[in-house]
T-cell receptor, first 121, second 109 residues
Framework: GAGVSQSPRYKVTKRGQDVALRCDPI?????LYWYRQALGQGPEFLTY????????KSGLPNDRFSAERPEGSISTLTIQRTEQRDSAMYRC???????????????????FGAGSRLTVL | RKEVEQDPGPFNVPEGATVAFNCTYS??????FFWYRQDCRKEPKLLMS???SGNEDGRFTAQLNRASQYISLLIRDSKLSDSATYLC??????????FGRGTSLIVHP
């Protein structure tokens, strides 16, 4: 697609419910990142993929959080048994190439989607 | 100590002013540096990459100081439309882009 698309844009759920947030990256982008952003803070890394392989999930807060990208394109971030502290903006970003030791002009810049705002009551 | 630190501000400046932000990072092995801009309730967007030799894009100048482990952003002739949050991004040893909390800039008439 033309940009990174995230759905739903807004999700209100009750504590204890599971939620799935979807990200459709820019076509052909190798890397896909999930971040979480609280009000007044910068995006906080959760996990990222190169193609379908999850490269790093060190930012996932606990085992209620999981992510997948089975065909190397669309990704889903799932939060099980949601808690009020999970309320935040969840942002997905993609890049043409993976961030690495060599800065390739334009190729490893992140393009973000509009985000999914999750509210847990 | 946080990996990437920024003064949250806000920096309140008149139109036409020059304003500078700094961002410090803790990992001396960091290789890639960026400034992103985030408007209220919007997603972050790349403003500019930061190269070792420093770089300029119109009214914006970015500098990298590896010895002191900081990057800077200078905005000349501020416009009302420059009002936003400026996010510093550093890729450290793991190469994962790490964001600072952002510096808020308010340009007033």
């Amino acid at each position: 697609g033309a940009g990174v698309s995230q759905s739903p844009r807004y999700k209100v759920t009750k504590r204890g419910q599971d939620v799935a947030l979807r990200c459709d990256p820019i076509s052909g982008h190798v890397s896909l990142y999930w971040y979480r952003q609280a009000l007044g803070q910068g995006p906080e890394f959760l996990t990222y993929f190169n193609y379908e392989a999850q490269q790093d999930k060190s930012g996932l807060p606990n085992d209620r959080f999981s992510a997948e990208r089975p065909e190397g394109s669309i990704s889903t971030l799932t939060i099980q048994r949601t808690e009020q502290r999970d309320s935040a903006m969840y942002r997905c970003a993609s890049s043409l190439e993976s961030i690495g030791p060599k800065l390739i002009s334009g190729a490893n810049v992140l393009t973000f989607g509009a985000g999914s705002r999750l509210t847990v009551l | 100590r946080k990996e990437v630190e920024q003064d949250p501000g806000p920096f309140n400046v008149p139109e036409g002013a020059t304003v500078a932000f700094n961002c410090t990072y803790s990992n001396s092995a960091s290789q890639s540096f960026f400034w992103y801009r985030q408007d209220c309730r919007k997603e972050p967007k790349l403003l500019m990459s930061v190269y070792s030799s420093g770089n300029e894009d119109g009214r914006f100048t970015a500098q990298l100081n590896r010895a002191s482990q900081y990057i800077s952003l200078l905005i000349r002739d501020s416009k009302l439309s420059d009002s936003a949050t400026y996010l510093c991004v550093v890729s450290g040893g793991s190469y994962i882009p790490t964001f600072g909390r952002g510096t808020s800039l308010i340009v007033h008439p």
